[in-house]
């Protein structure tokens, strides 16, 4: 697309072993970095709507969050690792979420939990974002409406791997996907567009403007 | 009187008698008696009043209701104390009017009347405020103005409460208007980004304009300054 740094899967692949030209040492640091990233990462909670319930249901006794090292949540951006939007995000929330996401420090990490959260869901409105991943960079979509703690859990594992394979050799793993400096959008503008247009019960309504 | 006593148990305050209604006919029945002292008290605006499962709807001329709502809420005999709501009705039958719609409570009394007011499309869409009988109207005629654009006349700060400032697609819940608005998506993401709620939700702007003076000093200077956060 042009617009990401992010390295496609073969980066990541051929780095997984660590096995490359790196030597033993930058390897058993990059891994005890690694390590204690992947298992202390502090949840930004930003609750909408009713995946909120079942995050503050992986949250509490029976799924306790605390066995990923996601003891704290943080209520602050600014002591926060990773974003875990539950729920839906209307458009009078997006510049505050994009003003929440950009108060976090680095590295910081993105979850996108839920169908309203990933792809605007079943709300296709006037009023909705249709998928948050078009205002933030997301790492991890966990599907689901709402998806049980397991299945933000397994997200929440899938994003430790992610971070597991961070090399201190190759930043572009950790590099920030830039937006369109003009849209200041993560996803091109025309695609947006044309991934909004066919879906929705409201295809046959017309539109005063382009 | 008895006929009332069947549907409005409650004659004085302080009466014991449940209000739960039975054997409500779904039209038709008895009307509550504020309904019959409304059309004597304005017997030019009231055009008529229905019954629908027990409840009064009294249909007005929009210009009349804040004269009638004022008088609902001080007369001894109704006490209106508390307005419920206030909102609109549009049809799908794009040559009907649009009906603004008052719901007003009687705790005291146990009455419930809806006063509707019809609106023809042609003309600005505008009828009093009813802000200066309950000053709970003030949101609910904010909402409404905002999701069909009806200018309540006399509201204080009729600005939009659900949609942020600036938006510029319309009055969502009107027939005419598409289900995912007017512009494309990324339009709509781009106007949204552009929106800085720190700039429209100021401190100052919500809470200070009546207590400015009660302020401690250095946000006073702070305010006085144009700073718009207070931080």
Known sequence: MGLTTRPDTT??????????????????????VNWGRANSLWPMPFGTACCAIEFMASAASK????????????????QSDVLICAGRVPFKLAPVIRRIWQQMPQPKWAISMGACASS???FDSYAVVQGIDTIIPVDVYVPGCPPRP?????????LQKKIMKERMSNTSLRDE???DPTSQLYIPATRIDELSEPFGNSVHQTRSAP | MSAFHTVYPATAPGDATPATQRNVPNRGGTANPSAAALAAQFPNAVRGHEVVNGETTVFIDAAAVADMVRWLHDAPDHRYEYLSDVTAVEYRDFEREIEVVWHLRSIRLRRFLRLKARLAKGAPLSVPSVWSVYKGADWLERECYDMFGITFEGHPDLRRILMWEGYKEGFPLRKDFPMRGRFSRSEQLKNALA????????????????????????????LAGGEKTGE
């Open chain 1, 11 to 32: 980066a990541i692949t051929l780095d997984a072993g660590g096995t490359g030209n790196e030597g033993w040492i930058t390897t058993r640091l990059d891994f005890l």
């Open chain 1, 120 to 122: 605007g869901g079943m």
């Open chain 2, 195 to 222: 929106a800085n709620p720190e700039a429209r939700y100021s401190m100052e702007e919500l809470t200070v304009a009546d207590a400015f003076a009660e302020l401690p000093e250095d946000m006073k200077r702070r």
């Open chain 1, 177 to 179: 996907m830039a937006p």
């Open chain 1, 63 to 78: 799924f306790d969050l605390a066995r990923f090292g996601m003891e704290r949540m943080s209520f602050s951006p600014r």
């Open chain 1, 150 to 158: 397991e299945g933000l859990i397994y997200g929440i594992m899938m």
